[in-house]
């Protein structure tokens, strides 16, 4: 996750720098870049959501370890209660 702004910072320049030496007519052009465009946008979607599917696993991993943690110390103070 910490690459993740230089990859973006670097498709755009490469997006830039490649229309910007294109030989296309302006037509063409404008169709690539919305293609291209489309196409960062949905890669940067998609790296988004496994960003938050990362963290919503790590967050229940946690809550987890936590609430048997949290069972564990409970069941040890019962027991030395009873004694």
Known sequence: MRSLPGILVGLAVGAVVGIL????????????ISSES???FSD????LQDGLDNIKSQYNDFVDQAGSKSKDVADELKR???H
Do not use: I
């Open 21 to 32: 030496l294109a030989p296309e007519s302006g037509k063409k052009t404008r169709k690539r």
């Open 38 to 40: 489309d196409s960062f």
């Open 44 to 47: 940067l979607q998609d790296q």
């Open 80 to 82: 030395k209660v009873k």
